[in-house]
Nanobody, 120 residues
Framework: DVQLVESGGGSVQAGGSLTLSCTASGFNFQDSIMGWYRQGPGNGCDFVSSITTDGMTYYVGSVKGRFSMTRDNAYNRVNLQMKSLKLEDAAVYYC???????????????WGQGTQVTVS
């Protein structure tokens, strides 16, 4: 069975840092472009970042320079290091293979439970 388990969320003050992790199983992780997505209060499911199979990263403009995504294929894991957190970063964060995500299958809530990030 496919499993995506997000962890590492918590409550931080603005300007603080958190590192999220997502551990995957049940599919070919090493050949999958992985993405992080988030859903804030009253918002839709938004793309945050992605990482290719060879480690190239892409970020939405609002997090560029503050967030850093990495992957560890030995452990089927992707991480999202978040620094200089802002109030608007507060959301539930999800990971998913980018290829799986579409209008009928949003990343937020379709597979993993997500991990809550609260910024005050």
């Amino acid at each position: 069975d496919v499993q995506l388990v997000e962890s590492g969320g918590g409550s931080v003050q603005a300007g603080g840092s958190l590192t999220l992790s997502c551990t995957a199983s049940g599919f070919n992780f090493q050949d999958s472009i992985m993405g992080w997505y988030r859903q804030g209060p009253g918002n839709g499911c938004d793309f945050v970042s992605s990482i290719t199979t060879d480690g190239m990263t892409y970020y939405v403009g609002s997090v560029k320079g503050r967030f850093s995504m990495t992957r560890d294929n030995a452990y089927n894991r992707v991480n999202l290091q978040m620094k200089s957190l802002k109030l608007e970063d507060a959301a539930v964060y999800y990971c998913a293979p980018v290829a799986w995500v579409g209008p009928a299958r949003p990343a937020c809530g379709s597979w993993g439970q997500g991990t809550q990030v609260t910024v005050s």
